[in-house]
């Protein structure tokens, strides 16, 4: 039997899973004055953490957590045992897609199934992944109850990346637990830790379960509805730029809320949009229901980077440049502006779109976010400086709205970029005043549906 450990060595919560939401919460909490354990399986992340580092890509996160670990607040382990004697457990462990396109749970049960020996009476269980209705259930009876009296719900993570650590303090938190006790403990749990933000408890883990999918259900369908009305202003003959009839069409009161179309792009990527949506057609099909929508906007965001690869090539042909021949530079890989998250980002499909034409030999990418591992595991080498990267270019694609992408300005690529070149304009929603000085250089601009 081990050892309990000093009452003063427990922390106060465990954080199981360390990925991109695990240190994000680790790290906030521990800010916020509670002493975190962060467990996870990998035992490279763990002891980066032990020494105060953090390798995911998110802004500011690798400074709270080594403030966090000089503190003494925050601290990491491989050992579910360290979950022991803790007031909460928070469950962060991803939850893929699976092969049948549902959720696979195998983490979510692997790291309920190891803390499960550690857990007591009182003890606070809340799970914070993605998961399909009925998980937090699932996990509470078959794992937890048979061990002891605990108090288990689910509270939607609903952070994104690039502003995580501020929307994990701001946005609203949702808490269904298994009984109302369980509720009251989990929203207590969040009142304390961040006593300015907002809690509302929900009747079942169930509804906050499905909350999450409706959430990012709703983004993935909107940002379709964007790009398909983008596709049309495409395909038609009249000069109709997109972003000129969402501004329009978003002026529109409808209800409490006005119409709210958000942006077409270059595709949608992420660990969240790119799967959640499935999920809830999964759960459609167990349920013996055909649902339309989620398939629907999955596919016609997926279809997106073979729409820009489409425009792109046009472009480039109708100069007659051969595709050995063009240079063509991308400016941004990771799927989201201001991040270096490259899981699943549309540039990827784009990339190797533009490779199987031809356009490999000469193609350079530059993001500044996205470190060199994170390049290597995605089979391109980033060139660092954006200048060379534009550099006598035929075409260059704007696919991430970086800072230091925002700064570039028409005279940049004017002086840099080949005469005539096309900017093709991915993710940055250039006013027309600049799309003015653009084609006052000569250079041609696309953008999505412009
Ligand atoms: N990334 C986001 O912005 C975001 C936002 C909201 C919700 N979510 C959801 O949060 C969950 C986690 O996402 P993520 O992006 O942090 O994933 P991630 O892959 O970055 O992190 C998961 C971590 O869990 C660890 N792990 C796996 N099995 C384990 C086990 N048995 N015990 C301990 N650790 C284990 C992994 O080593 C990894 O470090 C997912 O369900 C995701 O859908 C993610």
Not at 57 to 84: I, M, Q, R
Not at 294 to 316: I, K, T, Y
Not at 382 to 390: A, C, G, M, Q, Y
Request: proline letters at 6%; a negative charge; aromatic letters at 6%.
């Amino acid at each position: 039997m081990t050892a309990a450990a000093p009452e003063s060595a427990v922390p106060d919560v465990a954080v199981v899973g360390f990925g991109y939401i695990g240190s994000v919460i680790a790290a906030v909490l521990a800010a916020r004055g509670l002493s975190v354990v962060g467990i996870d399986t990998n035992a490279e992340m763990i002891a980066a953490l032990n020494q105060g580092k953090c390798p995911i890509p998110e802004p500011g996160l690798e400074d709270l957590v080594a403030a966090g670990v000089k503190a003494g607040k925050l601290s990491g382990s491989t050992d579910p045992a360290a979950a022991k004697g803790v007031k909460a457990i928070l469950i962060t462990v991803g939850t893929p897609l699976s092969d049948e396109f549902e959720a696979d749970l195998s983490h979510i049960r692997a790291a309920c199934g190891a803390v499960a020996p550690y857990v007591s009476d009182g003890q606070l269980i809340m799970i914070k992944s993605t998961v399909p209705p009925g998980t937090t259930r699932l996990m509470h009876d078959e794992i937890f109850a048979p061990r002891a009296h605990v108090h288990m719900a689910f509270s939607p993570e609903r952070l994104a990346e690039g502003q995580a650590i501020r929307d994990l303090q701001s946005i609203p938190i949702l808490v269904g637990g298994m009984d109302a006790e369980a509720s009251e403990a989990c929203a207590d749990f969040w009142r304390g830790a961040i006593p300015t933000i907002d809690v509302m408890a929900l009747t079942s883990p169930e509804a906050a379960e499905m909350v999450k999918l409706a959430d990012n259900l709703w983004i993935d369908l909107n940002v379709a509805l964007a790009n398909e009305l983008a596709k049309l202003a495409d395909a038609l003959p009249y000069p109709i730029d997109v972003m000129e009839v969402i501004g329009g069409a978003n002026s529109l009161k409808k209800g409490q809320h006005h119409v709210n179309i958000l942006h077409p792009s270059n595709g949608v990527g992420g660990y969240c949009l790119t799967k959640d949506p499935w999920f809830v057609d999964a759960l459609g099909r167990r349920a013996g229901i055909e649902l339309k929508i989620p398939r629907a906007s999955r596919e016609v965001n997926d279809s997106m980077p073979v729409h820009v690869f489409g425009r792109v090539d046009a472009f480039l042909k109708a100069k007659g440049i051969a595709a050995e021949d063009a240079k063509v530079a991308l400016l941004g890989f990771a799927f989201k502006s201001n991040s270096g998250d490259c899981r699943f980002t549309p540039v990827g499909p784009l990339v190797a779109a533009l490779r199987e034409a031809g356009y490999g030999d000469k193609l350079t990418i530059c993001d500044p976010m996205v470190t060199t591992r994170e390049a290597t595991h995605h089979g391109i080498v980033l060139e660092p400086d954006w200048r060379k990267t534009v550099e006598g270019a035929h075409a260059v694609l704007i696919l991430a709205g970086h800072d230091a992408f925002t700064a570039i300005t028409a005279d940049d690529l004017g002086d840099l970029a080949a005469p005539g070149a096309l900017v093709y304009d991915g993710r940055i929603y250039y006013p027309r005043a600049r799309i003015n000085e653009l084609e006052a250089r000569g250079l041609s601009y696309i953008g999505v549906g412009r």
